[in-house]
């Protein structure tokens, strides 16, 4: 008897199952796992010209690349959410420069840190990666550097995505200011008198200015950034480059032919409150890209911080537009 009991019981308990198994039910909806940001971020180091370089990559290795290069006083991880966001359809890499990040940082007095330097490694490192073809965010230093790059191999680039990056005199207004009289005047005061871009309260300044709503910025940004440029030797590496930025100015008329002459097809999404890179220096694009789309945002320097949600899918469009991915 008890054993007929328990196989009662557990014939109930299955046709139970079945039964529940055959009534309608709600289904949740299909994750869109990119835009819930799953994609899968890799994170690796390689040697480029003897230099140890650390880059983020996600994505499908045979779709279109997109190169994501940052600013100062930042690093790849300014594009911790944009990463994710393009994987679904792009290979996305995002390099640290040297001094930068998690890339090497030899002491100044041994390896050049300029805008030229950094061109050539990119170089090397997309190389190495087999990104014969690419779409670039330009962003900050990454305009200089991005460009440098597109001299150095104009067929290969296959879409601009300008974000605060400048390629004309318009753009460089009174914060340049102190940095135009070094670039005059290579003397220890002059460098001395820079000292404050690497002060915490300008790293903070540049999250927080012009920002539209500065409760959506994450004071990790500055925090991050400020452990990096307060490293032993950092301040060194930085200074230096603020004098070699000099040297991009007169390489801005090439920028220009370059625009003209290959007419990538061109996004420009800008934070028109910015001070260091402000909307001046964005309409110029128009003259040599009277294609290209313009789009200003309420917002300061670092906007994928303050306006992701829009500027993002913009970009998603853009790319799938223009690549026809």
């Known amino acids: 008897m008890p054993v007929f009991s328990s196989r009662r019981l557990a014939f109930a308990f299955i046709a139970a199952l079945l039964a529940s198994s055959a009534m309608p039910t709600a289904r949740a909806a299909p994750c869109d796992c990119a835009q819930a940001g799953s994609a899968v971020v890799r994170y690796h180091t390689v040697k480029v010209d003897g230099t140890d370089m650390f880059y983020r990559e996600a994505g499908p290795k045979g779709a279109p690349v997109v190169l994501l290069l940052h600013g100062f006083p930042t690093s790849s991880h300014m594009f911790r959410n944009l990463i994710p966001a393009l994987a679904d359809r792009y290979h996305v890499i995002a390099p640290d420069y040297p001094g930068f990040g998690e890339s090497a940082s030899p002491d100044h007095k041994t390896f050049a840190y300029t805008f030229g330097h950094f061109a050539d490694l990119m170089d090397g490192l997309v190389g190495q990666l087999g990104a014969d073809r690419y779409a ?17 191999h104009p067929e290969r680039v296959s879409a601009l995505i300008v974000q605060n ?3 004309y005199e318009e753009g460089l207004k009174a914060f340049w200011d102190p940095i135009k009289a070094y670039w005059a005047d290579n003397s220890e005061a002059r460098r001395a008198a820079i000292g404050f871009l690497v002060k915490p309260e300008t790293a903070k300044f540049q999250y927080t200015d012009g920002m539209s709503d500065v409760s959506r910025i994450s004071p990790d940004n500055w925090v991050h950034d400020q452990a990096l440029l307060d490293r032993p030797g950092n301040k060194d590496i930085q200074l230096d480059l603020f004098k070699d930025y000099g040297t991009n100015v007169p390489l801005y008329p090439k920028f220009q032919a370059f625009f003209r002459d290959h007419k990538p097809p061109t996004l420009i999404v800008w934070g028109k409150n910015d001070k260091i890179f402000p909307a001046d220096g964005a309409g110029p694009y128009l003259r040599d890209l009277p294609e290209a789309e313009l789009h200003l945002f309420d917002t300061g320097h670092f906007a994928l911080e303050d306006r992701g949600d829009v500027i993002v899918p913009l970009i998603h469009d853009f790319l799938d537009r223009k690549l026809g991915n």
Not at 137 to 147: H, K, L, R, S
């Open 165 to 167: 990056g400048n390629a």
């Open 136 to 152: 670039m965010y330009a962003f900050d230093y990454g305009a200089p550097v991005g460009y440098r790059l597109a001299l150095k």
